[in-house]
């Protein structure tokens, strides 16, 4: 009896495991399906400068709209098409559909994502510099967002690309800051234009207390004052965020307090100043 209910277990869990399994053929099926169509969109989220809230920029984020599912977010699909390559391909999807826009004209920046393996591709940042000015939009109004690993690498394979991306205008943002290596050594020699504060450390400013996450921001500010460059903080929920943010240096913000990432973008104007 008791074997049987163990072989049942067992039988239980096959069960999960397969479903499970066929749960990820099944998305990977339809994310192959999916890079033939018209199945990605890009949602735009706003960047601005705390001081009076005015609009600098867009970070685009990808969306897949499933069939089925809905729409789905980054989370729920990168990590399989980062194990199987499909990535590579709906980003450039996503890049120009965001290089488009930015050929329509407006103002500001637009930052992309760019995942560490495809940052490396040999031909990627050529391939970037082609479609913008094929599309003929302003290259300098197109922001790549990297995160360390991807400089770490192959150092020198990095520098040549950032250096070939920014003599052509497009500056280079370092995402989910302060989560990697932060290795301070070698960050001056790259040509980076901002740091982007990690989220979970904004999330550590709600109150004014001195705690690691304000330690934290407080270090990220003093070395981007030593290289000269701005920083964003990332994932701003609430005022209080906000206005520590400020108190530490911090020039530039984005979250859902100042506006949530949308098909729509927010206009370049100052935003009217919330309550
Ligand atoms: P990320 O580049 O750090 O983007 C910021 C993420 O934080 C976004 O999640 C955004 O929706 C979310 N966020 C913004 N404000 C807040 C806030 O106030 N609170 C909270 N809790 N979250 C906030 P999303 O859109 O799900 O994207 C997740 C990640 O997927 C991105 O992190 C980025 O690493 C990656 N990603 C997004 N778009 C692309 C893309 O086109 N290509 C590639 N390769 N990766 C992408
Ligand atoms: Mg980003
Ligand atoms: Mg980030
Ligand atoms: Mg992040």
């Not at 690993?149 to 302060?178: E, I």
């Not at 920083?231 to 240096?249: F, H, K, M, R, S």
Request: aromatic fraction near 6%; glycine fraction near 10%; charge should be negative.
């Amino acid at each position: 009896r008791a074997k049987a209910a163990g072989r049942d277990r067992w039988a239980v869990f096959d069960e999960e495991m397969r479903e499970q399994a066929m749960r990820i053929l099944d998305l990977e099926a339809d994310l192959r399906r999916a890079i033939n169509g018209d199945n990605f969109v890009a949602h735009y989220q706003p960047i601005v400068r705390l001081r009076d809230r005015a609009v600098i920029g867009h970070e685009a984020l990808l969306r897949w709209r499933h069939p089925t599912r809905g729409l789905l977010l980054p989370g729920d699909f990168i990590g399989l098409g980062e194990d199987n390559g499909l990535i590579e391909e709906v980003d450039w999807l996503m890049y120009g559909q965001v290089i488009a826009r930015l050929a329509q004209g407006g103002e500001g920046y637009i930052s992309i994502n760019v995942s560490p393996r495809h940052f490396r591709t040999v031909d990627f940042a050529d391939r970037l510099l082609r479609m913008i000015d094929t599309a003929g939009a302003d290259p300098r109004r197109l922001r790549i967002e990297i995160t360390e690993v991807a400089l770490l690498d192959d150092v020198s394979r990095a520098l040549r690309t950032l250096r070939t991306l920014r003599d052509h205008g497009v500056l280079a943002q370092l995402d989910d800051f302060g989560t990697g290596y932060s290795a301070l050594s070698y960050l001056h020699r790259f040509p980076i234009e901002c740091l982007k504060i990690d989220r979970s450390f904004v999330a550590g400013l709600s109150d004014r207390t001195e705690n690691e996450s304000v330690a934290v921001v407080r270090a990220i500010q003093a070395l981007a004052g030593t290289l000269g460059i701005h920083t964003i903080g990332e994932g701003i929920e609430n005022e209080q965020q906000a206005a520590v943010l400020c108190d530490l240096g911090c020039e530039h913000g984005q979250g859902y307090l100042l506006g949530r990432p949308a098909e729509q973008m927010s206009g370049q104007s100052p935003a009217a100043t919330p309550g």
